[in-house]
């Protein structure tokens, strides 16, 4: 197994794991109790594993994913006359 995202943000971690799962890829995510008894500070971050075949595929659909959920800086914004 090797890493494909290690990060503290649950929000992050929670999401990674739905797109992988979706594309009926499993995960396993490591280092979480440690992380938490630490207080989630930096020096100890959870990783989000998956089986070493599928490695380059699931860095692929999370970097694709990442790239659909960023919005232009100025996209929220409305124009009017």
Do not use: C, Y
């Not at 794991?17 to 109790?33: P, W």
Request: aromatic residues 2%; without cysteine; proline residues 6%.
């Amino acid at each position: 197994m090797q890493p494909v995202l290690r990060s503290n943000d649950l929000v992050e971690l929670s999401w990674a794991r739905s797109v992988l799962a979706d594309a009926g890829i499993e995960s396993v995510l490591l280092d979480d109790f440690t992380a938490s008894m630490e207080g989630s500070i930096a020096a100890i971050p959870r990783r989000l594993m998956v089986a070493d075949p599928v490695v380059a595929q699931a860095k692929g659909l999370l970097d694709a994913a990442r790239a659909d959920l960023e919005v232009p800086r100025d996209a929220h914004l409305e124009t009017g006359p």
